[in-house]
């Protein structure tokens, strides 16, 4: 059976073998540190061995709340921001029908997004959608205090008690948070929503295994067993059993932190795919927010390709010459379409008659990997057979594990954000959150 695989021959020419292989010892500590719960930030290391703890009867439960959801809601709104809603919504997207909400009447409900912003015009705009739909509520919040998610929840809460009534309403609200503290949690428990735990060892860009991925997945009627069964084949192909030459986490962060060294401080996740879109931007929550603080870490960016390459391929092909690249390549697609013949040949396509798109994708796909190679990019390509729930589980563990040892390589804790509390309080100051009164007179002098 194929596996997620990893090539870093494409980055020798411009980091030596021999500077990667000088990671192996810190790499090897480093997942040591992880599975040993002995190294920075060693109280969020819950996610390590997530995947070998999710019991049968544990998702049996998800999958319970999404029977009594199925054929009863048009939507599930998943309420929350970053790690709190990037990983299902990566997982959703890569997974569900492109056009999804143009093919009418569907099996599981289908998935919304709020809380990830604080965009009034998005939010009323969801609300009129919703005004003529029925829909059910997951908010999740680790914190259960994050503003972004307790706007969005009092007004879509308010919105949903008035279209069905405060009793019904309970039935259709899911509450996924802290086992003890927080507001959300307070909320929950007074107002007797079903709830679901989010393990106090594990952070949000981590907890993608936990309900705050699972639940809404499920809902979806995405395959969990499958994912879970991914996540935990990579944990075997990472474990600290495994060689430092074989284990694909320890190679990609090797690497990339000896990229870093040579000046690459910028890494692009490119894909090939419009599906993995998405994925993306977990991927960047999950590096950005782990990696970037002491004032080191690689910026992550992405790109989506080929769209991309008549954008950002000009600067990626000739800007600054501090960037790497990473490519998501997917070896199987779902369908299979050729492209027809034509008599006239007026577009003067038929060079490509009856060849398959992917054909013509995989083509575009090594001849960038080349030309960027050519314009001084190194490129790491990560490979999945296809794209199911078990190929993404295993890839998000891979990143997972990949960016737990990049971290510790890097010397910083992968498990903090100190840096997002910056934001929050000039703007709980300028907004006069109750406690903040002294941080008010002072922002208003600036201002
Ligand atoms: O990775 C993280 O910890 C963060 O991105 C959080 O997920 C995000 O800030 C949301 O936090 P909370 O779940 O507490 O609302």
């Known amino acids: 059976m194929e596996n997620l695989r990893i090539d870093v021959s494409k980055v020798y020419g411009f980091v030596d073998k021999k500077k990667i292989n000088q990671y192996q010892a810190a790499a090897n500590e480093s997942i040591e540190a992880l599975y040993q719960k002995t190294g920075k930030g060693n109280d969020f290391v ?19 709340v999404a029977q009594g959801l199925k054929g009863k809601v048009d939507f599930l709104v998943v309420i929350g921001i970053g790690g709190s809603y990037l990983g299902a919504r990566a ?3 890569a997974l569900a029908h492109t056009f999804s909400f143009l093919k009418g009447k569907h ?16 939010l009323a705009e969801l609300l009129e959608i919703l005004a003529h739909h029925t829909y059910a509520l997951a908010v999740i919040s680790k914190s259960g205090t994050t503003t972004e998610p307790a706007i969005a929840f009092r007004i879509l809460k308010d919105h949903l008690e008035k279209k069905v009534g ?11 948070t802290d086992e003890k503290k927080g507001a959300l949690r307070k909320m929950a428990n007074n107002e007797g929503y079903k709830t679901f735990v989010i393990p106090n060892d594990i952070g949000g860009r981590y907890s993608v295994l936990t309900p705050v991925g699972l639940l809404p997945l499920a809902v979806a009627g995405h395959d969990l067993h499958n994912l879970v069964a991914g996540a935990r084949q990579m944990m075997e192909f990472t474990s600290p059993l495994i060689s430092f030459e074989e284990n694909p986490a320890a190679l990609y962060a ?3 932190n000896a990229l870093y060294q040579t000046g690459k401080t910028t890494e692009i996740l490119a894909n090939f795919n419009p599906k993995l879109a998405f994925m993306a931007e977990w991927w960047k929550q999950l590096y950005g ?8 870490g690689i910026f992550p960016a992405s790109v989506n390709f080929t769209t991309d390459l008549h954008s950002m391929g000009q600067y990626i092909q000739e800007g ?17 379409l050729r492209i027809p013949a034509e008599t006239d040949n007026l577009d003067e396509l038929n060079y490509l008659a009856n060849k398959r798109i992917d054909k013509v994708n995989k083509m575009a796909d090594l001849g960038t990997l080349l030309a960027h190679v050519d314009g001084g990019v190194p490129n790491i390509l990560v490979e999945i057979p296809e794209i199911n729930e078990y190929y993404l589980g295993q890839l998000m563990y891979f990143f997972e594990i990949a960016c737990g040892i990049s971290g510790y390589l890097l010397g910083v804790n992968p498990f903090d954000q100190p840096g997002v509390e910056a934001y929050k309080k000039n703007m709980f100051a300028l907004l006069e959150k109750p406690g903040f009164e002294e941080a008010t007179r002072k922002i208003r002098e600036r201002i």
């Not at 405060?166 to 996924?176: F, P, T």
């Not at 782990?290 to 080191?296: I, M």
């Open 254 to 256: 090797a690497t990339r």
């Open 320 to 336: 600054m010459r501090n960037i790497f690249e990473t490519v998501i390549s997917v070896k199987e697609t779902g369908y299979t």
């Open 46 to 64: 819950g996610w390590v061995n997530l995947p070998t703890r999710i019991a049968a009867d544990e998702i049996a439960e998800y999958e319970k």
């Open 166 to 176: 405060k009793e019904n309403a309970k039935d259709l609200i899911i509450a996924i």
């Open 107 to 122: 099996e599981y409900p289908e998935l919304l997004y709020a809380g990830h912003n604080i965009g009034e015009d998005y």
């Open 91 to 93: 997982v959703h997207e």
């Open 289 to 296: 927010e782990s990696e970037g603080k002491e004032n080191k």
